[in-house]
C-alpha cells in the first residue's frame, strides 16, 4: 500500500512539474524522495538519450550503469549551482525569501522536463538549441511562478 501511495505522490510531482504555474511552487515543499526520485528521472532519460546516440566498445550494462552515474553527477553539479542563481531570483522577487533546502527541489523540478529534452536537442543534431533549450527552459520553469506568485500578491493588496 505505502508503494502505491509513493508512486502516486511520485506520478502527481511529475504532473505538477509539467506547466509551471503557481501550484509549481508547491514543489519546494516536496518530500525528500520525491525530488531525489526527479534527479533520477532527469539522470535516466538524459543517460537512455546518450546510449541511442554514443557507440559503445564496452558491454551496454557496464557502460549504462557508468554512464548514468557519471550524468547523475553531473547533472547534480549543475542544479546545486542553478540553485543559488534560482535563490537569487527568489530573494529579488518575492517578499519572503526561502531556504535554501527548499530552493533545491523547486530547482529539480524546473529541470525535470527541460533537461532531458535539451539533451535530445543537443545529441539530435542542434547542440546550440540543445543548450539554449536547457538554460531557456530553466528560467521559464523558475521564474514563471515566482511572477505569477509576485502579481498576485500584488493585485491582492486593497488600493489605497
Not at 110 to 126: D, E, M, R
Amino acid at each position: 500500500m505505502i508503494e502505491l501511495h509513493f508512486l502516486s505522490q511520485l506520478l502527481n510531482y511529475l504532473q505538477t512539474t509539467l506547466v509551471p504555474n503557481r501550484g509549481f511552487l508547491k514543489t519546494r515543499l516536496a518530500d525528500v524522495s520525491l525530488y531525489f526520485c526527479g534527479l533520477a528521472w532527469i539522470s535516466l532519460w538524459s543517460t537512455i538519450i546518450d546510449s541511442i546516440f554514443l557507440q559503445q566498445s564496452i558491454p551496454f550494462i557496464i557502460w549504462f550503469i557508468l554512464h548514468f552515474i557519471f550524468i547523475a553527477i553531473a547533472i547534480l553539479l549543475y542544479l546545486l549551482s542553478v540553485s543559488y542563481l534560482n535563490r537569487w531570483f527568489i530573494q529579488w522577487i518575492l517578499p519572503r525569501p526561502w531556504a535554501f533546502r527548499q530552493v533545491f527541489p523547486y530547482t529539480v523540478a524546473a529541470n525535470i522536463w527541460t533537461f532531458p529534452i535539451g539533451v535530445f536537442l543537443y545529441q539530435f543534431g542542434y547542440p546550440t538549441l540543445g543548450v539554449v533549450f536547457i538554460i531557456a527552459g530553466h528560467l521559464i520553469y523558475s521564474l514563471t511562478p515566482l511572477l505569477l506568485a509576485r502579481l498576485k500578491k500584488k493585485s491582492s493588496r486593497p488600493s489605497s
